[in-house]
């Protein structure tokens, strides 16, 4: 499963952190989360970063997807990495 979203601040990111057992979806109210990889795509300035293969909570009704802080945070200093050097679109992968 492959969900794209475009977050347009880094900061927007905590709403989508939670924990890592199964859950109800907070969106659609509806859904229970399945463990699953997600591409996530984030922007900061000039720079659009692309992380595949985020393992996340995954909403198996309407796809929003809850992040475990330990992968947030791994996600965000991949980001932040690709923003110091200035690139303008850099795809990267999660698992090191
Ligand atoms: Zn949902």
Known sequence: MVIVAYISELSLWEV?????????????????????????????QETIVVVREVPAQVCRQCGEYYLDETIANRVFALASHSVQRHAQVEIVHYIA
Request: charged share 15%.
């Open 16 to 44: 989508a952190i939670n924990q890592e057992k199964p859950m109800k979806c907070a969106v659609c109210r509806h859904g229970e989360t399945a463990l699953g990889c997600i591409t996530a795509t984030l922007g900061q």
